[in-house]
């Protein structure tokens, strides 16, 4: 299951110059402590109001920031706060927040800077390390190089998870500065022993009956670690810095991501006490409705952590479904498919479709994973045989989707081992749109 990130349709109000900053070192962009409102600022899942606070961090009034529904909400900016980025700029924001409510004492909430571009497409999402809300203003900090120049950024605090009725927290002198240069380069990462050599793969049919190829990755270009989301593009980094699903993994493609003889490595291992977990995405935030997604695969045995190769929806919203192929815990155990009954939310969870087929074998050595999503319908496929497809049709999701190949620690609640360590080795991901009316495989 997909931890609920990255929610909100953010934006925030004051237009940059990049002209301006190029001739500063480090450039003020925006600073807001809400003495005089908060209607640059928009609640998702959440009321929006300005309240007389006498530990204001700054000034008299913060913004308080309560839930509405689901299990995550946020403050966002309602236009980009960066109306057009420097290429060579470092962005960095600050946030002081502080819990609203009882209820919110000890949940987390995060600082998120979005970068779109200019036509709104995500391209990065960068996440600050958590702050646990308590009674007294804590500050939130994150930074992030642009990707490209003519982008925008947006910001938002959000609290990602575990969010029920009445929580809410207090924000105040929230922030934005760019400073050029850029931060210097990534330092020579430690190499990753290479695996054994891979066997030739099954050809794959270039174009399935009924499928319009969507986009192909066989990863022939190698990236050390730490470079892949140069190479390959930012939106494959996927989740940056936030917890995984379980709340005992982060996720950090810079040290977990890489690529070496043709394969892409996820490498799940723990620094510092620190389980380091990834969920690259093979078109970035882009979604699709309906398609076929084929990942050829393969992974050690690593106890402790699982995978769910997944569609979720780009509104990330819940409620809108969830398809998974393959899931299952990395303990060296065959694999299942499922898809969560679209519009069946409540208490904080979702019904399932019965049908949830199992693979016949693990993935110890390579395999081809195939989801097949059409109107009605969802159908898993192992190595091109059909293992499972989904029993009720009207639960079948139909909003747009993504695909993300998410590695992280497992759901069961136990702690993970110490020394646990491992690769998963993805040598090709393919994807096809579906035509409505035309046969499907």
Request: aromatic residues 10%.
């Amino acid at each position: 299951m997909l931890i609920l990130v990255l929610a909100a349709l953010v934006a925030g109000g004051v237009v940059f110059s990049p002209g301006t900053l190029a001739r500063a070192a480090t450039t003020t962009i925006a600073s807001e402590s809400f003495e005089t409102g908060v209607g640059a600022w928009a609640g998702w899942q959440a009321t929006v109001s300005r309240v007389c606070a006498s530990n204001a961090p700054s000034g008299a009034y913060v913004a308080r920031v309560m839930r509405a529904s689901g299990s995550a909400y946020s403050i966002d900016d309602r236009t980009p706060t960066v109306a057009s980025t420097d290429a060579a700029a470092t962005y960095a924001a600050t946030a002081s927040v502080a819990a609203a409510s009882a209820s919110a004492v000890g949940k987390q909430v995060v600082l998120v800077l979005r970068e779109n571009t200019a036509a709104g497409t995500g391209v990065k999402w960068t996440t600050s390390a958590p702050v646990t809300l308590a009674a007294s203003y804590q500050r939130l900090q994150v930074a992030a190089a642009a990707t490209a120049a003519g982008d925008t950024i947006e910001v938002y605090v959000l609290q990602a998870r575990n969010a029920v009725a009445g929580d809410g927290f207090y924000v105040d002198t929230i922030t934005m500065a760019a400073s050029i240069p850029a931060p210097a380069p990534t330092p020579t990462p430690t190499p990753i022993p290479a695996p054994a050599p891979t066997p030739t793969p099954t050809p794959t049919p270039t174009n399935p009956a009924g499928w319009t190829p969507l986009y192909t990755q066989d990863f022939t270009t190698p990236a050390a670690l730490g470079q892949f989301g140069r190479i390959y593009g930012a939106a494959w980094n996927g989740y940056a810095g936030l917890r995984d699903t379980s709340g005992q993994g982060t996720y950090a493609p810079d040290k977990v991501l890489s690529v070496h003889d043709s394969a892409l490595d996820i490498y799940l291992h723990t620094e510092n006490g620190v389980h380091l977990v990834a969920a690259p995405l093979p078109n970035g935030y882009s979604g699709t409705s309906y398609g076929r997604y084929s990942v050829r695969f393969r992974t050690d045995v690593i106890p402790g952590y699982k995978i769910a190769f997944l569609m979720w929806p780009t509104s990330d919203v819940w409620n809108d479904g969830e398809i998974d192929f393959p899931e299952g815990n990395l303990g060296g155990t065959t694999f299942y498919g499922a898809s969560a009954i679209a519009g069946s939310y409540g208490s904080g969870r979702m019904s399932w479709d019965p049908a949830k087929p199992y693979t016949p074998t693990n993935a110890a050595s390579w395999h081809t994973a195939t989801t097949e999503w059409t109107p009605g319908s969802v159908a898993y496929y192992w190595d091109g045989a059909l293992i499972g497809r989904t029993a009720i049709p009207s639960g079948v999701p139909t909003k747009p989707m993504r695909w993300t190949l998410q590695a992280e620690t497992n759901l069961d609640g136990v702690a993970v081992p110490a020394g646990s360590a491992g690769h998963i080795l993805v040598d090709q991901v393919r994807a096809w749109s579906y035509t409505p009316g035309t046969p499907a495989s």
